[in-house]
């Protein structure tokens, strides 16, 4: 891969960010059941993970979780789950029931992406491989997960708390991704490498 694929994955990532937002804008704001989703909504889920995966991708380039190991292999199966999850779009669009078996893995592939990139979100602060700012990025992409679960705890709800986070966050993925050049070079006495 070279900086003009990275920023190309970027660009993807951040045209995509607002797909979900967009899905929802549809339906006034309210949540549609899986065996409700049209077309058109399977297509806006499936543009919104492929520009996911797109980032992923180049966080993968980027080294974003360390140098080591373990690192690739968390954002290898990132890209694992996020996949799951543009397969059940193409389900939706075949109309496969949600009682599938598929179709429940890769239903489940969806809050299962949403822990992995909050765990890659810390491995992209500890690891140090991005610079400044967008070392940050993927923590507030995986922080959705907590601060839907903080709000569900207090019993309130924000409105369009999770559109403008993904929007946000996800858009945020694109410019860290057009944005950060080459990766950096494995250096011996590194923060700690994943």
């Known amino acids: 891969m070279n900086a003009t694929t990275l920023r190309t994955l970027g660009l993807v990532t951040l045209l995509t960010a607002p797909a979900m937002t967009i899905e929802a804008a549809r339906h006034g704001f309210q949540k549609v059941a899986n065996e409700n989703t049209d077309p058109i909504g399977a297509l806006l889920y499936g543009l919104f993970s492929v520009g996911w995966l797109c980032g992923v991708l180049g966080l993968r380039w980027l080294r974003a979780t360390g140098t080591g190991q373990a690192g690739r292999w968390l954002l290898n199966v990132l890209s ?7 397969l059940q ?7 496969v029931p949600t009682g599938n078996a598929l179709y429940m893995v890769t239903d489940l592939a969806w809050p299962l992406s949403m822990v992995l990139t909050l765990v890659v979100g810390v491995a992209a ?5 991005l610079s400044g700012w967008r070392r940050f990025v993927p ?3 995986g922080a959705f997960l907590p601060l839907m679960v903080i709000q569900q705890a207090l019993g309130a709800e924000v409105p369009y708390l999770f559109d403008a986070h993904t929007i946000l966050a996800w858009g945020l993925l694109g410019v860290t991704l057009i944005t950060a050049g080459h990766p950096r070079p494995r250096q011996a006495n590194a923060a700690p490498s994943f």
Request: charged letters at 15%; hydrophobic letters at 65%.
């Open 80 to 86: 694992v789950t996020v996949t799951l999850a543009i």
């Open 89 to 95: 779009s193409a389900m939706d669009l075949l109309r």
């Open 125 to 129: 602060i500890v690891s140090r491989q």
């Open 139 to 141: 923590l507030f992409m």
